[in-house]
T-cell receptor
Framework: AQSVTQLGSHVSVSEGALVLLRCNYS??????LFWYVQYPNQGLQLLLK??????LVKGINGFEAEFKKSETSFHLTKPSAHMSDAAEYFC???????????????FGQGTILTVHP | EPEVTQTPSHQVTQMGQEVILRCVPI?????FYWYRQILGQKVEFLVS????????KSEIFDDQFSVERPDGSNFTLKIRSTKLEDSAMYFC?????????????FGPGTRLTVL
């Protein structure tokens, strides 16, 4: 079984400030972890993913995330927020279960990021 | 750049009516998915489809739901008799063959409103 918890349904930062969006997961098998972003009236777009290689993962638009097994966390960060980062962000987990997994994603509840001038 | 498309963008229907939501996945993808998001709630997995059959489904995906790939391009979700609680945004996704670490590409969604 898998689950994802995103702490904070809304996060507000100033332009240029650090962005930190929190994600904790639970998985009975080694996980694959993903961050997706959704802009208004658009589908979910992949920001980055952890697939059991490097624990620090870099993604698009300057975002990165660090997989910490001991903390069961995969927090998303960006050193300096831009107005265009305003969107909803979803953390998701998929089971690394070899041939028995068809890739079902289990999502967190989402975090809406607001960036103000 | 290839993308997943979904039609219609918004569907309004009366309770008890049948609806068909349509998706065109990316052409070389082999795994197909439906997810839904009820307003204010999490995105939830409904069903995965591979090799012309359902590979996995959630508890939500009961007998009222069905999926089909009627030709080489479309992937549809049918709800036979809609309920008020089926009102949600429905997302289609697809990915290439291989491990589940491969990215799922999502469509823009269909907003279903059941009155």
């Amino acid at each position: 079984a898998q689950s994802v918890t995103q702490l904070g349904s809304h996060v507000s930062v100033s332009e240029g400030a650090l962005v930190l969006l929190r994600c904790n997961y639970s998985s009975s098998v080694p996980p694959y972890l993903f961050w997706y972003v959704q802009y208004p009236n658009q589908g979910l777009q992949l920001l980055l993913k952890y697939t059991s290689a490097a624990t620090l993962v870099k993604g698009i638009n300057g975002f990165e995330a660090e997989f910490k097994k001991s903390e069961t966390s995969f927090h998303l960060t960006k050193p300096s927020a831009h107005m265009s980062d305003a969107a909803e962000y979803f953390c998701a987990v998929s089971a690394n279960a070899g041939g028995t997994s068809y890739g079902k994603l289990t999502f967190g509840q989402g975090t809406i990021l607001t960036v103000h001038p | 750049e290839p993308e997943v498309t979904q039609t219609p963008s918004h569907q309004v229907t009366q309770m008890g009516q049948e609806v068909i939501l349509r998706c065109v996945p990316i052409s070389n993808h082999l795994y197909f998915y439906w997810y839904r998001q009820i307003l204010g709630q999490k995105v939830e997995f409904l069903v995965s489809f591979y090799n012309n059959e359902i590979s996995e489904k959630s508890e939500i995906f009961d007998d009222q739901f069905s999926v089909e790939r009627p030709d080489g391009s479309n992937f549809t979700l049918k709800i036979r008799s809609t309920k008020l609680e089926d009102s949600a945004m429905y997302f289609c996704a697809s990915r290439v063959a291989g491990g589940s670490f491969n990215e799922q590409f999502f469509g823009p969604g269909t907003r279903l409103t059941v009155l």
